[in-house]
């Protein structure tokens, strides 16, 4: 079976044109500006409350887990801890027999509505890793812990 070759076409010299990008003849190249990052005040107040609540958060729990390590006096928390999570947290610190530096791992955080956030993270208390629950609320503009759960 023969098979035939198409005929060869006449090949044309590709053509250059400017593309919109480009100078004209004669122009100056446009220097590109360089990127700018989202000011803070263009985020939404959703995702502006996130950020807050998380950097609150993060902060404050910090602060607990230096006060379950002993680092810190349990009276650091009262501003921070309503007194039921702070009756919790007490009595979580005085059954640790170990006495090594508590640290946190990530820390996850959800906005169920407008003015709370419940966290979840993982903590590595005595050599064994645990989790960690708390529920914070926004009173007078400030982040408190409402309830706390070191499971």
């Known amino acids: 079976m023969t098979t035939t070759l198409p005929a060869p076409t006449t ?5 250059l044109r400017p593309v919109r990008y480009e100078p004209l003849p004669g122009q100056a190249p446009a220097r590109a500006a360089p990127a700018t990052p989202p000011r803070p005040d263009r985020l939404t107040s959703g995702a502006r409350e996130f950020v807050e609540a998380h950097r609150a958060a993060t902060r404050i729990l910090r602060l607990a887990l230096e006060v379950f390590d002993g680092r810190r006096a349990a009276v650091q928390l009262a501003a921070h801890f309503t007194p039921r999570a702070m009756r919790y947290w007490r009595a979580a610190t005085g059954q640790r027999t170990t006495r090594t530096r508590t640290r946190h791992g990530r820390i996850r ?5 407008p003015g709370a956030a419940e966290v979840a993270a993982t903590c590595q208390v005595d050599g064994a890793v645990r989790a960690l629950a708390a529920r914070f609320e926004r009173e007078d503009g400030r982040w408190r812990c409402t309830a706390v759960r070191l499971i």
Not at 11 to 15: E, G, N
Not at 109 to 113: A, E, I, S, T
């Open 11 to 15: 090949r044309t010299r590709p053509r």
């Open 109 to 113: 955080l959800c906005l169920p509505r």
